[in-house]
């Protein structure tokens, strides 16, 4: 029975990871000195050695020791970012010595994280790269920034830019959605010449179910705009609430809940927008057939209305 019990304890204990590859001789010198400056409390110069070890060899073990350097020089957003990843690619513990150094890693993420704040980019579909205060970042992942305000920008497409500017805090979540700079008018054509002399022609005046269109429209909009904006301010305030609270940090119900209401923050101004330019236009069209000329001089313009 014993001889019987041999191989199924074998085939019971988990297989053992292959061991790791031989280091180069270049990459084993420069960890020896790397470890020699971190026992003499050189952390720049432990952190500079590491950041050449990774060139070498894009290892775990070398993203860790980053990730842990930074945090120790208080490089808040590159320690996050690298502890990130470092918790990404270490495999699951199999010893008490790896659980504790799994535990650890862990814990250093977590504070690294309460001291930035991660945003999640919704852009435009083709828009890229995506940039935050000019650099560019990988939007498909976390981006870590630190507490103040960013400028989030991508390039469409057809020339334009999609930003967004945003104000956050330490330990925040936020969700960015990009809006796109409106395009771009084409030159409209000059108007036929007038020969001299001739009369000009009297404007015709605009329809009288234009302006009522455009005024309802106007207002329609105005009181829509300002509606979602109440509605929309009044949940933000409540989702940052629900926020601030323990373990809801990284919620992602309460991530879809806060860009639901970015979006409707977005529609609100665009009403408004649309409704203050209908309105503009409402009276430019109502104020123009009554004729407005412009002639100029050589000490100045002269303006004549007539009605």
Known sequence: M????LPLASAASPPRPPPPP????????????????FDRLEIARARHLWAQIYELERSTVA??????????????VDAAGELTRCVQEMRPPATPMERRLHDTRHADLAAARRQVTELRV???????????DGRIVDESGRIYVEPGQ????????????ARSTVRVTAGDARAVLLSPEPARLRPAAPPPARPAGAPAQPAAPPAPWLLYAGSAASGAFLVSGIVLHV????????????????RSTGNPKLLEELHAVEVQQHISTAALVAG????AA?????????????????AGAEVRFSW
Do not use: N, Y
């Open 2 to 5: 014993f001889l019987l019990a």
């Open 22 to 37: 031989p280091r180069s001789p270049r990459v084993a010198a420069l960890v020896r000195e790397a470890e020699a400056a």
């Open 63 to 76: 993203i860790c020791q980053l990730g842990q350097l930074d945090r120790r020089l208080e490089r808040w």
């Open 122 to 132: 919704f852009a435009p579909a083709g828009a890229a790269p995506v940039l935050v």
């Open 150 to 161: 960013h400028e989030v920008t991508a390039a469409l497409p057809d020339g334009r830019k």
């Open 231 to 246: 509605v929309a301010s009044l949940q933000d305030s409540a989702l940052q609430a629900e926020m601030c609270k323990p």
């Open 276 to 279: 203050t330019a209908l309105g």
């Open 282 to 298: 409402t009276l430019v069209v109502a104020m123009l057939p009554s004729g407005a000329q412009i002639r100029a001089h050589g």
